[in-house]
């Protein structure tokens, strides 16, 4: 299973990112992309993986690639929330970690729910200085979806 978690992270990072190295975009490999990301996630959706961190990375993968492609059945949503409550029940079994604020970070960019932040800040204040690339990539995104929100709060006002 790791390597279709993998596979599915992989691709999902090329569809978020596509066209951000300057090159041009087709709208074919547009496409592609965005048929490849939900296939899997699909595929990969009512897997259960085999331990709490293969779980945590299993959802953390599910729900970017969700957010990532425009593809919908019909039941998009209804998928979402059942990757975000299997996430509330692996957040409590996992250590402090990269993939837990990784797993916070993604929970908090569906929900807003402040109390996931606040927690994904706990773990990066404990990361000292000098960070990981990883470790930068995700406080990074996590200040990105707090300005969203932060927008998201203010437009509906």
């Not at 998009?76 to 996992?94: F, H, M, N």
């Amino acid at each position: 299973m790791k390597s279709q978690i993998d596979a599915l992270r992989q691709l999902t990072h090329e569809l978020l990112y596509l066209g951000m190295d300057g090159e041009p975009i087709y709208a074919d490999r547009l496409y592609l992309l965005n048929s490849e990301v939900y296939s899997q996630a699909e595929a990969l959706h009512g897997e259960k993986a085999g331990n709490d961190d293969e779980e945590a990375a299993l959802c953390v993968t599910l729900l970017k690639a969700y957010s990532a492609t425009n593809y919908n059945h019909g039941d998009k949503e209804e998928k979402i929330q059942e990757v975000l409550d299997r996430s509330g029940k692996v957040l409590g079994k996992i250590s402090d970690s990269l993939l837990k604020c990784q797993l916070l970070v993604a929970c908090y960019g569906e929900t807003f729910d402040e109390e996931l932040a606040q927690e994904a800040h706990q773990i990066m204040n404990g990361w000292g200085d000098s960070l990981t690339i990883e470790q930068q990539n995700i406080s990074n995104e996590l200040q990105n979806v707090e300005n969203d929100s932060y927008l998201h709060a203010n437009i509906e006002l």
